[in-house]
């Protein structure tokens, strides 16, 4: 399908109850979709999945969408793999609120405020894999939800093997404050972001494991611990990071 032109979303996958659904998007061409009816994130997206568990969106091409390309409110084990996306307005690939379970791999993100948010732990969301995927070109957004993120994440999550180029925040942000639970961050490749990776080292933070990742051009630290939007301590690529206790750092290359 080609869905062109729409006034709030393009696909949608939407339950009054959250359960299995098993809806397979595949293969459609997604442009210029608008938030007309407004919000902060129910409209403007090119798929919006709601509350409909082990989704697949696989193999699509979704741009210039005002908000995101594949957003995934409280949908368990969705999966978002394969998708071109280009040109959205707030996060590209958005895994959000009361879910258990998500898939993103393989993606391309191209010019988006960021490529790929996995969060609000708070409210149950966990439970992530976030590999393979090309991020690239973020900018900040007029509004005090700025983000320029490439990949943010806070809970049971892995993330490895991605390639993040061009990010005015965070090239990898892990947790916020005390939102943190066991995250695994291996094997990336972070280029030009304002700190290569962000961990929150809140006292009640999980812990996180940070390797093998080659971070080049980060202009305020390659490795930076963080107490809220504050980076503090030196940079954690070029010292110990035994001073805090959540934290396990070692074997990453910062050029």
Not at 12 to 28: F, K, M, P, Q
Not at 141 to 160: H, L, M, Q, Y
Not at 177 to 187: A, G, H, I
Not at 217 to 237: F, V
Request: charged fraction near 20%; proline fraction near 2%.
């Amino acid at each position: 399908n080609h869905v062109r032109d729409c006034g709030d979303n393009g696909i949608l996958v939407w339950r009054s109850d959250a359960g299995e659904d098993g809806t397979i998007v595949t293969s459609n061409r997604i442009e210029r979709i608008a938030a007309k009816s407004g919000g902060d994130g129910q409209n403007g997206n090119g798929v919006n999945v709601f509350r409909a568990g082990s989704v697949m969106v696989s193999g699509n091409r979704i741009a210039d969408c005002a908000f995101s390309a594949i957003r995934s409110n409280s949908g368990s084990n969705c999966q978002m793999i394969g998708n071109s996306c280009a040109r959205l307005g707030e996060v590209a690939l958005y895994a959000e609120f009361a879910f258990e379970g998500a898939v993103i791999a393989n993606n391309i993100v191209d010019k988006a405020a960021t490529g790929i948010t996995v969060t609000n732990f708070n409210d149950g969301g966990r439970l992530a894999v976030v590999q393979g995927n090309l991020v690239r070109n973020l900018f900040f957004r007029k509004d005090p939800d700025s983000r320029g993120n490439g990949i943010s994440i806070e809970a049971d999550t892995v993330v490895s093997g991605n390639v993040i180029e061009n990010a005015p925040g965070f090239g990898i942000a892990i947790g916020w404050v005390s939102y943190l639970r066991d995250v695994s961050v291996t094997d990336n490749l972070i280029r030009n972001a304002h700190i290569g990776i962000g961990v929150s080292t809140d006292p009640s933070a999980g812990t996180a494991l940070i390797t093998d990742n080659l971070i080049t051009g980060s202009k305020d630290g390659a490795i930076r611990a963080m107490n809220g939007p504050t980076p503090i301590g030196p940079d954690l690529a070029h010292a110990s990071a035994g001073a805090y206790r959540n934290l396990a750092v070692y074997s990453n290359i910062a050029r």
